[in-house]
Every structure is written in structure tokens, then in C-alpha cells.
């Protein structure tokens, strides 16, 4: 495995996390190229890999719905904890 790749792979947990502290959908896109790795990803609001572009160029697509930011966050109310 390469530095480059390995470096994206350690990322995708931080992204991960991301979307299931804020609840919402997060949309982390990767250059692809000789010296790039690509890996451009969509999560969801409960950490999921909705869609994965992978190393070649290309186009991730996935739904975004409304209703399921909605019911995670009735499951997880990390917003709602927020120090303010």
C-alpha cells in the first residue's frame, strides 16, 4: 500500500466521525492523479459510506434525504448536547 494511499485510508474514520457528531451529511472529495489518491467520499448523518469515488477519476452519487437526518438525530442528540 502506498504512503498516499494509506494516508487517505487513515482519514476516512475522521470523516466518519465528523458526519456522526454533526448529524448530517459530509461530502469529503480526493484529487485523484499520479500523485493523489482520490477516495473522494459521501457519509451519512450516521457514519455510513454512502457513496466512494475510489482512485480513478470518476463521479460519486448518492441521495441525500432529508427524513434520515431527521431520524438520526432523534436517535443521537449530539447537537442538542452542545455547550452553548
Known amino acids: ?3 498516499i494511499r494509506s494516508f487517505t485510508v487513515e482519514l476516512w ?6 458526519a ?3 448529524t448530517a451529511y459530509v461530502l469529503a472529495c480526493g484529487q485523484t492523479g499520479p500523485n493523489c489518491a482520490g ?3 459521501i457519509v451519512d448523518p450516521m457514519g455510513h459510506v454512502a457513496a466512494s469515488a475510489g ?3 470518476g463521479v460519486a ?3 441525500v434525504d432529508a427524513a434520515r437526518v431527521e ?3 432523534a ?3 449530539s447537537l442538542a448536547n452542545r455547550r452553548r
Open 1 to 3: 500500500m502506498s504512503l
Open 13 to 18: 474514520p475522521t470523516v466518519r466521525a465528523r
Open 20 to 22: 456522526i457528531e454533526n
Open 39 to 41: 477516495q473522494s467520499l
Open 55 to 57: 482512485e480513478a477519476p
Open 61 to 63: 452519487s448518492a441521495v
Open 71 to 73: 431520524a438520526v438525530r
Open 75 to 77: 436517535k443521537n442528540p
